[in-house]
């Protein structure tokens, strides 16, 4: 089935640095979500990316739907410690309709 | 209350209980999800509900039986459960109809499970 490869699956950064990930597909997909998940929580939506090459902001996180429509990038600038968490990219495949995860990305945060 | 919420936030139970996860949806949208999230592993879609009707089965175990009694509520009725089944269970929901098109889901803080 479908599958999305996220890297990195951890960080290890200082704080006030920034984070860049990202996603891959095997295939063309219109719909790119990033969410963001803290311990003992539920995954929060942080950006919606519905269109090739579409860059969106959210306070310090920015997030862009790439050319190829097969890959997504999630920036965080100046890291603070709340950052810290696990980063989920999602995304549906053209034709599709079942919504796929990736494996996630651990961020940790030196103060 | 708004967005989606989850009772109970933790569970533990014995293989030969019964139990049910509720699941709650605030948003006013159509369609509701179950997911399994096991440690080290991508979210796994259970089940899909759109419009109280159940239009996704991911060859989840009978031990796992869903109920939608309306489009805010969705239950997880649990019986025999194996160890393996511990996880943090999800509910979502999305404003379109489930089956695809430009949904985007918002997820409840989950059920943390262990099954003894």
């Known amino acids: 089935g479908q599958q999305l490869n996220q890297s990195p699956q951890s960080m290890f950064i200082q704080e006030g640095e920034d984070v860049s990930m990202n996603c891959t597909s095997s295939?063309?997909?219109?719909?790119w979500l990033w969410y963001k998940q803290d311990p003992g929580e539920g995954p929060v939506l942080l950006i919606a990316l519905y269109k090739a090459g579409e860059l969106t902001s959210n306070g310090r996180l920015t997030a862009q739907f790439g050319i190829t429509r097969k890959d997504s990038f999630l920036n965080i600038s100046a890291s603070i410690p709340s950052d810290v968490g696990i980063y989920f990219c999602?995304?549906?495949?053209?034709?599709?309709?079942?919504?796929?995860f990736g494996q996630g990305t651990r961020l940790t945060i030196n103060p | 209350e708004t967005g989606v919420t989850q009772t109970p936030r933790h569970l533990v139970m014995g293989m030969t209980n019964k139990k049910s996860l509720k699941c709650e949806q605030h948003l006013g949208h159509n369609a509701m999800y179950w997911y399994k999230q096991s440690a080290k592993k991508p979210l796994e879609l259970m089940f899909v509900y759109s419009l109280e009707e159940r239009v996704e089965n991911n060859s989840v175990p009978s031990r796992f039986s869903p109920e939608c009694p309306n489009s805010s509520h969705l239950f997880l009725h649990l019986h025999t459960l194996q160890p393996e089944d511990s996880a943090l269970y999800l509910c979502a929901s999305s404003q379109g109809s489930g089956r695809g098109s430009g949904e985007t889901q918002y997820f409840g803080p989950g059920t943390r499970l262990l099954v003894l």
């Open positions: 295939s063309i997909f219109n719909t």
């Open positions: 999602a995304g549906r495949a053209q034709g599709a309709q079942k919504l796929v």
